[in-house]
């Protein structure tokens, strides 16, 4: 008699990669955030999805700055991206962050993205700074810097003399790139009351 033959049922096989992204590994730069808001690469991502540091009012400094868990202050976000070699850049979503911001040599942030996606939110949105008489500064850097998308604003000076600036930059080696940056000062202090003046030489005896 003829064997019968059991033939097995085809079997669909899925197989799920997960690409994480590995921070201490620089990929390599394909993708700038432009003027365009060009996804160059389609990672949803004005710029590079793996690689900068993330940053978000509602993100957490304890987290791995990561697109998917991203800072919370830009303070922190900026010492992380200074400590990576090579150095990457900050990209902010858009919110206020508290100043004063002190930025280092060829430190760059680049703001004006969604909160929700990361993608670039709609022309004319910036990230917000405020707070502190010097808002952000850079100075005496070896290196210029970059600030795009950007709403800095001063607060108002209140030890005697003291100025209120948004943004100074001194003594900056290399060039100082600021794109669609908005800055606001607040008002100066009064100035110190000055010294006691000499007394006067008496007059003539009447």
């Given at each position: 008699p003829e064997l019968a033959r059991a033939i097995s049922p085809a079997i669909d096989v899925h197989i799920?990669?997960?690409?994480?992204?590995?921070?201490?590994?620089?990929?390599?730069?394909?993708d700038e955030p432009d003027a365009d808001f060009d996804d160059a690469?389609?990672?949803g991502v004005d710029g590079m999805a793996c690689g900068p540091v993330f940053v978000l009012p509602l993100g957490d400094d304890v987290d791995d700055r990561t697109l998917e868990h991203p800072k919370q202050s830009l303070t922190s976000a900026l010492e992380l991206a200074a400590a990576l070699d090579?150095?990457?850049?900050?990209?902010?979503?858009?919110?206020?962050y508290e100043g004063p911001i002190e930025l280092s040599a060829g430190a760059a942030i680049v703001g004006g993205y969604d909160p929700e996606t990361f993608a670039r939110a709609a022309p004319g949105t910036r990230t917000r700074i405020?707070?502190?008489?010097?808002?952000v500064s850079a100075a005496a850097l070896d290196a210029g810097v970059t600030l795009e998308r950007r709403q800095i604003v001063a607060s108002d000076a209140v030890e005697p003399g003291e100025p209120s600036v948004a943004l100074l930059v001194a003594q900056v080696k290399g060039t100082t790139r600021r794109v669609d940056v908005y800055v606001e000062a607040g008002a100066g202090a009064d100035g110190e009351n000055g010294m006691p003046g000499e007394r006067g030489?008496?007059?003539?005896?009447?």
């Open positions: 799920a990669i997960e690409v994480r992204c590995d921070r201490s590994v620089a990929p390599p730069i394909d690469h389609g990672d090579p150095p990457r850049p900050v990209y902010a979503a858009v919110g206020s405020a707070g502190g008489s010097v808002a030489v008496d007059g003539d005896a009447g």
